[in-house]
Every structure is written in C-alpha cells, then in structure tokens.
C-alpha cells in the first residue's frame, strides 16, 4: 500500500507497482470491438469467402453464402439499438447473396442439364479408345447445346471438363 497523498491530500491505497487504471477512452478514441463487430467482420469474411469459393467449387460456396447471411443477420440483431449497423454487415449481406443467388443458379443449371451430362459421363466412361470418346461427344454435345440454346460450337471449350 502506498501511503503517500494524493493530489487532494488523501493518502492513496494504490500499490506502487501496479500501473494506474485508465481512465476515459483509450488514445486515438477507438474502442475495442464488440461482439456486434466481431460478428459483422466474420459475415464480411465469410461473404467474400463464398463469393470466391463459388467461382471454383459453387456446392462450397452456396454453403459459404448461406452462413455468410445468417451470421451478418445475428451482427444485424447484436446492433439493434444503435443508428448504423456495424461495418462488414452490409458487405456480408451483399457478398453472400450474390455467392447465394450464383450457387442456386448454378445448381438449377446441374439440375437442368443433368441427364445429358450424365449419359456423356457414363458413355466416356465406358469408350475404350479416344475415338471412342471423341465418338461420345460427337453425339451428346449437339444434345446439350440444343438444350442450352446455343450453338455446338459455343461448347468447344468445355470438351474437356465435360
């Protein structure tokens, strides 16, 4: 114990190693981030990661995309009292509903295509020779543009993954 005065005389009972408490906000006015900004800044990671995933592996970023909204919605709740939603909310919303609207687009296109990638899959899969396959192709490629609207030739650049 510190048995020295005080500025007001007083005797303080402050031990003489321990640091003085802060008083008012720290330097530079920043306080350290809530929950409600924790979880906006997750949502905004989130958001993005989705977005990107989608691009590569749309299954991954639909998941991504979903967690994204629930997790911005929950910042959204956490900041209910204040006039501006934390940042990286907004941002999450708009990067997971954009990751969210792109994977059902591409699921209703898997879906929609999916007995004549199918039948390729299991033609290739069964040819023995590249004649073979490029055989396969020759027949189920016009089937998939047809399809799709396009013409075959638009789907030369996807022989290969298809």
Same mark, same amino acid.
């Given at each position: 114990m510190n048995d020295?005065? =005080?500025p007001s005389g007083q005797p303080t009972s402050q031990d003489p190693w321990r640091p003085p408490e802060p008083q008012g906000p720290p330097p530079g006015g920043a306080l350290p981030p809530g929950a409600a900004e924790q979880t906006a800044r997750r949502a905004l990671w989130l958001g993005v990661g989705s977005l990107v995933i989608t691009l590569f592996f749309w299954p991954g970023?639909?998941?991504? =995309?979903v967690a994204a909204l629930v997790v911005a919605t929950k910042a959204r709740r956490l900041a209910a009292g204040r006039t501006a939603p934390p940042p990286g909310v907004t941002g999450g919303l708009v990067t997971g509903t954009i990751s969210v609207v792109l994977g059902v687009l591409m699921l209703g296109l898997a879906v929609?295509?999916?007995?004549e990638v199918s039948a390729l899959e299991n033609c290739k899969s069964d040819a023995n020779t590249q004649t073979d396959r490029a055989a396969c192709e020759a027949k189920w490629l016009p089937e998939i543009a047809h399809k799709l609207h396009v013409r075959t030739s638009d789907l030369d650049p996807l022989k290969g993954m298809l």
């Open positions: 020295q005065p =005080g970023g639909l998941a991504l =995309g929609y295509l999916w007995p």
